[in-house]
């Protein structure tokens, strides 16, 4: 089992350059999650998705974009980069959102420098 | 306003001593509570978890106490070894939602 998987690891982009960062898992999570991490700041929630089909935002969702591909896949995206989203990104899976708190897991992050 | 906080950015230890990370929270909603590990260009990776039913867990050299009166929780290291040197992550969330709040982290060094 990988878990969760993301990539690129790294990107840098330009202001205003679009890109989208992918994440898999392989657990048969039904919940998953983007998150930022800043210096100091913790992890905050960008989006998540309770399940396939459904997705909302969290506490952090302007300049971003996701898509619950299937149950396996979700991306977020950057549709015009801006200097402030420089930061890592980490997808996580839970088995479920609501109703019973569980663990999540998490990627190993994509480093994102907006220039 | 952060409603998941730990004070103290970085912490620094004997090996084979204690180590104490402290964590405090606001919303008085909150009733799991959650520890991750954090090791440089790695995801936080789950270390243990305790209810408000609860005011101690304990697995293995890992120890959590929860003191809902103060909202504040603390992850206790017995004894504390170089390789848990690493961020460690608070976390709080309300049962109903499972959405996780994270503290902003404390780095903890186990010198030898």
């Known amino acids: 089992n990988a878990g969760v998987t993301q990539t690129p690891k790294f990107q840098v982009l330009k202001t205003g350059q679009s890109m989208t960062l992918q994440c898999a898992q392989d657990?048969?999570?039904?919940?998953m999650y983007w998150y930022r991490q800043d210096p100091g700041m913790g992890l905050r929630l960008i989006y998540y998705s309770a399940s396939e089909g459904t997705t909302d935002k969290g506490e952090v969702p302007n300049g971003y974009n996701v898509s619950r591909l299937n149950k396996r896949e979700f991306s977020l995206r950057l549709e015009s980069a801006a200097p402030s989203q420089t930061s890592v990104y980490f997808c996580?899976?839970?088995?479920?959102?609501?109703?019973?708190?569980?663990?999540?897991?998490f990627g190993p992050g994509t480093r994102l420098t907006v220039l | 306003d952060q409603q998941v906080k730990q004070n103290s950015p970085s912490l620094s230890v004997q090996e084979g001593r204690i180590s104490i990370l402290n964590c405090d929270y606001t919303n008085s909603m909150f009733d799991y509570f959650l520890w991750y590990k954090k090791y440089p260009a790695e995801g936080p990776t789950f270390l243990i978890s305790?209810?408000?039913?609860?005011d101690k867990n304990e697995d293995g050299r890992f120890t959590v106490f929860l003191n809902k009166s103060a909202k504040h929780l603390s992850l206790h290291i017995v004894p504390s070894q170089p390789g848990d040197s690493a961020v460690y992550f608070c976390?709080?969330?309300?049962?109903?939602?499972?959405?996780?709040?994270f503290g902003g982290g404390t780095r903890l060094m186990v010198k030898p």
């Open positions: 976390a709080a969330s309300a049962i109903a939602g499972n959405m996780l709040t």
């Open positions: 305790i209810s408000s039913i609860k």
């Open positions: 996580a899976s839970s088995e479920r959102a609501s109703g019973w708190v569980n663990e999540q897991f």
């Open positions: 657990m048969n999570h039904n919940s």
